[in-house]
Nanobody, 116 residues
């Protein structure tokens, strides 16, 4: 069982930055691929970024060059640094943990609003 708790969302102006954090429980955190997804009103949830257990990263085209995902296994933490934010980045952002054969887990989400 893995529990995920996100933090760091909020209101930011276009062009600004935010860093989202996800705290994970469980002693086998390092073996999970971790990801950030987002869901805007009226839209499907979409993958934003993912980092595997061996730190291979993958990003949605819409955030490449602006967002950076990282993980700190010693602290059971995963982060999403978001720079040059745009209004279209407004969404609820969810932390995700997945490991083949072991399950998939979601956090409760944190709201990010990009508006002037």
């Amino acid at each position: 069982q893995v529990q995920l708790v996100e933090s760091g969302g909020g209101l930011v102006q276009p062009g600004g930055s935010l860093r989202l954090s996800c705290a994970a429980s469980g002693s086998i955190f390092s073996s999970y691929a971790m990801g950030w997804y987002r869901q805007a009103p009226g839209k499907q949830r979409e993958l934003v970024a993912q980092i595997t257990s061996i730190r291979i990263t993958n990003y949605a085209d819409s955030v490449k060059g602006r967002f950076t995902i990282s993980r700190e296994n010693a602290k059971n933490m995963v982060y999403l640094q978001m720079n040059s934010l745009k209004p279209e980045d407004t969404a609820v952002y969810y932390c995700n943990a997945i490991r083949s054969g072991w399950g998939e887990y979601w956090g409760q989400g944190t709201q990010v609003t990009v508006s002037s």
